[in-house]
């Protein structure tokens, strides 16, 4: 075991290309002293000039957000992330690690993480304009912790961990790297079928009651989980995705995962687009923090991302839905309300946000992805010259 978290934590300075970078940025939470060691220690082989570890306590912050005020919470400087702007003018690499609690964040408002959500991404502006343009190297990648193991999945913190290295394809031989690479050239390949369709949109059908159309932009582009500087961005990945014309979805569709977001729950919940916006929307469980995600500014009720993952998946495969987006996004197809990608879109020069919206492209300060996909999901791709292409056939890839 110990083995095979430390190729893991190499893995992770892989994904990121440190060895084109001098400084290293990881976030992570504070429970996860052991990992901490271990990746300093692999990081200490890279000629690096700096490695800064923004450890935070989430207990910490769910005690802040459950008794403070809204200025109050503002004023913390718990909520101030302007570090990642420092980093981020250096170049840095970054490493998100995330580990989820369940139900931590159960009690605390939803307009409360929506407005504190919205709080944090301007303080670190900076870094926000070059993580949502693809100009850094960044990973973002899970290590479990014993409340997500035993209270959450049921299971021992060997056994979740054990889990997750497989899905990593991590087997303690130190060439989990290479069978990434290989791995995602192979979805490169579909991407590029994908792409020589340029289709109009994508017809989204199945037995729970989805019946969706999502319009293409002209010049979409399909992406792997390789970034623009050869990283790995998702560990794991298994997406081919696009964004959509956020201005031309029609119809509804159903979720066929429950929805964690900042730990906590939405689960069985429907959308219902017109026009390309959100016009009506239910959930079982979480309602009102959908709500919020919907609301949380005036594009935040657009899609920005359309992805296709094959139900027989190995993370699905596993039969188990972990309650982290990290791995449930991965186990079949989903979407994303909110922020589009601007490498989505084949174009030679930058583009403002207002250039982006005019091609089809959402710009919104939120980007949350839900799952979609299930054993009898059909998608099929309409051409601009009126072909219809079954894409998926009973939740799995079939191009």
């Known amino acids: 075991m110990n083995k095979r978290i430390e190729e893991y934590a190499e893995l992770l300075l892989k994904c990121v290309k440190l060895e084109d970078k001098r400084y290293l940025f990881v ?3 504070s429970f996860l002293e052991s990992f901490v060691e271990i990746l300093k220690d692999k990081a200490s082989k890279y000629d690096l000039i700096d490695v800064h570890f923004e450890i935070y306590d989430p207990f910490k912050k769910h005690e802040l957000l459950v008794t403070l005020d809204q200025e109050n919470i503002y004023k913390h400087p718990m909520f101030d992330k302007s570090i990642f702007d420092k980093y981020a003018k250096l170049d840095a690499a970054f490493i998100f690690i995330q580990s989820m609690i369940p139900g931590l964040m159960d009690d605390v408002d939803s307009e409360v993480i929506k407005n504190t959500s919205l709080h944090v991404r301007k303080t670190q502006k900076y870094f926000r304009d070059l993580y949502e343009s693809d100009k850094l190297n960044w990973c973002i990648a899970a290590v479990p912790n014993e409340l997500w193991a035993k209270k959450g999945l049921k299971m021992s913190l060997e056994e979740l961990w054990n889990k997750i290295l497989d899905i990593c394809l991590v087997s303690g031989d130190f060439k989990s790297y290479d069978k990434w690479i290989e791995k995602i050239n192979n979805m490169i ?3 590029d079928v994908l792409n020589n369709y340029e289709f109009e949109y994508l017809k989204y059908t199945n037995s729970l009651g989805t019946d969706l159309k999502v319009y293409l932009p002209l010049n979409h582009v399909w992406k792997t989980g390789f970034g623009s500087h050869g990283e790995i961005c998702n560990l794991p990945t298994e997406e081919i995705f696009t964004s959509p014309d956020y201005k031309k979805t029609e119809g509804v569709v159903y979720s066929s995962k429950p929805l964690y977001y900042n730990n906590v729950l939405i689960d069985n919940f429907s959308l219902t687009f017109k026009d390309g916006k959100v016009v009506d929307y239910h959930a079982d469980q979480g309602e009102n923090l959908l ?5 949380t500014d005036d594009y935040s009720c657009y899609l920005g991302e359309c992805a296709l993952v094959s139900y027989d998946s190995p993370i699905n495969n596993t039969g188990i839905v972990f309650n982290e987006t990290l791995f449930d996004e991965n186990a079949s197809c989903h979407l994303a309300l909110g922020r589009g990608f601007v490498e989505c879109l084949d174009c030679e020069s930058e583009l403002s ?5 005019s091609n089809g492209i959402n710009v919104s300060n939120s980007h949350v992805d839900f799952m979609i996909g299930t054993n009898d999901l ?11 292409i079954t894409i998926i056939e009973n939740g799995n890839l079939i191009i």
Do not use: A, H, Q
């Not at 946000?353 to 919206?357: A, G, N, T």
């Open 189 to 191: 390949k579909v991407s």
């Open 378 to 388: 059909k998608v099929v791709g309409v051409t601009r010259d009126n072909r219809e």
């Open 27 to 29: 976030e992570i939470p």
């Open 353 to 357: 946000d207002e250039d982006l919206r």
């Open 291 to 295: 709500k919020s995600i919907i609301e």
